[in-house]
């Protein structure tokens, strides 16, 4: 069930927030804000998926270290999705999945179409203009923004053809990287274990080293219990 907060109306916006997985189209919220006599809407964002362990991640997704390239992002928009698209440059590849990958939808804009070891990273949030009405949805990376010059330890599902998109919301599978590799990303504001494995770990060289040791499990046939997943 969704449950929807609202927050603030202000200077002709309708701002809400809310848990569980978002229902309806970009219609919808512009049927709303119409409704209430507002000329713009903006939702926050909504986490559907839980993130498990970096066992988990490493069995299900790929994890790698990526930077952002000097071009400026760019926002497409759907009948029921807004999309921010990065293009980052990939440095190093931890690991790639043994699970089955889901299918590869929707295709970047010609300007983040990725070239060689380059990622065109779908990021959901941004702004549209549907029906004379601003809808603006926050992005899944929270409060996370791709900075030129930094370097970023990912978990993201990647296509054959470099397109991607992270597979949690609120910014958890973006974690940034300082000086000497070390991991400057901050605990997050409720328990996340893949978040505070990574925290834990200090460094990016001692993430890869528990990402190794994970393979070698992997390759004995060994497994690691996964995470239960709690909304």
């Not at 925290?199 to 996964?226: F, H, I, N, S, Y």
Request: charge should be neutral; charged fraction near 25%.
């Amino acid at each position: 069930m969704t449950r929807w907060i609202v927050l603030a109306v202000t200077a002709g916006a309708l701002v809400v927030s809310g848990t569980g997985c978002r229902r309806g189209g970009l219609a919808y919220w512009a049927d709303r804000a119409r409704a209430e006599g507002l000329t713009s809407i903006s939702y926050g964002e909504i986490v559907c998926v839980v993130p498990g362990t970096l066992a988990d991640a490493v069995d299900d997704w790929t994890v790698l270290v990526a930077e952002p390239v000097s071009s400026p992002a760019t926002q497409t928009h759907t009948d029921t999705d807004i999309s921010t698209w990065h293009l980052l440059r990939v440095t190093e590849v931890l690991s790639t999945p043994r699970r089955k990958q889901a299918a590869c939808t929707g295709l970047p804009p010609a300007n983040a179409w990725p070239g060689r070891d380059e990622l065109a990273v779908e990021v959901s949030g941004g702004t549209a203009v549907v029906d004379g009405i601003a809808i603006t949805e926050a992005s899944s990376l929270g409060r996370k923004r791709f900075e030129v010059g930094d370097r970023y330890l990912l978990i993201a599902h990647v296509c054959p053809d470099g397109r991607a998109w992270f597979p949690h919301g609120g910014g958890v599978d973006v974690v940034t990287l300082g000086a000497d590799n070390r991991v400057t990303t901050p605990r997050p504001r409720w328990p996340v274990t893949l978040v505070d494995e990574i925290v834990e770990l200090k460094t990016l060289d001692r993430v890869a080293e528990r990402v190794r040791q994970l393979l070698v499990r992997r390759a004995r046939g060994e497994t690691e219990p996964r995470a239960t997943a709690r909304m």
